[in-house]
């Protein structure tokens, strides 16, 4: 599979690297369909097909795959440098839903692969695939989307597979944040219990009490920040698996703003937007770049965006320009995708980005103040 896969997405990375328009990109996905075994002439692959609903009103998805007259899943195609937006999530699932089909795939900066649960209130994204040679997860796409292989059921199969191993995933998450905001009394009591019963004979009731008092126990998660302080015990209660705080100085007359982050010396806006988004990176090892993308929309930036792959910044040309990108500065998503953060921020587009980091963190600590006069930018 792994050739096919490789020739499936080949002219795909070329026209990336390109950036064609969504015209172009469109013809060649269904192009590229064909070499799965799919044909135009059999009425298979249905270009923008004008569906009717009602009495009065049509859809037309971009492309509508059928089998023996069967609908079997649709396609939503946008530039292959384009960032999938939850609007366009929101299309494809109505596409799907009104014409009673549940997988739809949306093709553009990468693939992916979407299932309407009976039952559930939204479309759910089961597989994010770059588009890239040898990739192990697109071996498997072709193998389902294959038109001789292609099988609802052991498609619903693998999406039923894939949402219980997400679900799973976010019970140990949940674990975890019950361990640390509990862990402190947890502990505390199995400690107790052990020097009630297996000291028992060397200390008192009032001396265990005396013991116990004289310790200071914590359970926090590994992926508090490098070189921050720690939070303390009384701050830890309602945490969640992250932690932030930032803090902005007084501007000086003539002089940029600068941030701190997690108590940390107060950095340009540049340099302090790079930590947040390593931090949150370091945190949420594995996310894909779409998913880091919608947490760090671009708009949050403007034109430039606040991260981009690269093989974006390759085909910009941006090399050393806008973003840092020198080895050492290079991150990379759960999905294997190399970014980078740009530099181009100010005093107007920075504060966005920490009104982001509101709804991309879920607990602030305010016991963190780096020394000087600060003023308050966002507790999140």
């Not at 479309?123 to 040898?134: F, H, K, R, T």
């Not at 265990?208 to 914590?218: F, P, R, V």
Request: net charge neutral; aromatic share 10%.
């Amino acid at each position: 599979m792994t050739e096919k896969w490789n020739q499936f997405v080949y002219d795909l990375c070329d026209a990336q690297q390109r950036d064609v328009d969504e015209n172009e990109y469109h013809r060649l996905i269904e192009t590229q369909f064909q070499l799965l075994g799919w044909a135009k002439y059999r009425g298979e692959i249905c270009h923008k097909p004008n569906i009717p609903i009602g009495n009065n009103n049509f859809i037309q998805p971009d492309i509508l795959m059928k089998r023996d007259g069967e609908e079997l899943f649709v396609i939503e195609v946008k530039r292959p440098i384009h960032s999938i937006s939850q609007r366009e999530i929101q299309q494809l699932e109505s596409y799907m839903r009104q014409r009673k089909i549940k997988f739809g795939v949306y093709i553009g900066e990468h693939i992916e692969l979407f299932y309407d649960k009976p039952e559930s209130t939204e479309a759910v994204s089961v597989l994010i695939i770059p588009l890239e040679l040898n990739n192990k997860f697109g071996e498997l796409f072709v193998e389902l989307f294959g038109k001789d292989s292609f099988s609802s059921n052991s498609l619903t199969e693998f999406c039923e597979k894939r949402i219980s191993e997400k679900q799973q995933e976010l019970k140990k998450i949940e674990a975890q944040k019950y361990l640390v905001a509990n862990g402190e009394a947890i502990v505390a009591d199995k400690l107790k219990q052990y020097l009630k019963n297996d000291c028992k004979d060397s200390f008192s009731e009032e001396e265990i009490e005396e013991i116990m008092s004289g310790l200071t126990i914590s359970v926090l998660p590994k992926t508090v920040l490098k070189g921050a302080p720690l939070p303390s015990v009384s701050s830890i209660r309602d945490m969640s698996l992250s932690t932030i705080s930032i803090n902005v100085s007084k501007k000086p007359a003539g002089k940029p703003a600068k941030y701190s982050l997690n108590g940390s010396p107060f950095l340009a806006a540049n340099r302090f937007v790079f930590e947040v988004v390593k931090a949150y990176v370091s945190q949420h090892p594995e996310m894909t770049f779409s998913e880091l993308e919608r947490v760090f929309d671009p708009l949050l930036q403007g034109s430039c965006g606040v991260i981009r792959s690269l093989d974006y910044l390759r085909q910009k040309n941006y090399k050393g320009q806008r973003f840092f990108d020198d080895t050492s500065s290079i991150l990379r998503s759960g999905d294997g995708v190399e970014f980078a953060v740009c530099t181009q921020w100010s005093y107007h587009n920075t504060p966005r980005l920490c009104g982001t980091c509101k709804k991309a963190w879920f607990f602030c600590r305010d016991d963190i103040k780096p020394s000087g006069s600060v003023l308050p930018v966002a507790y999140v």
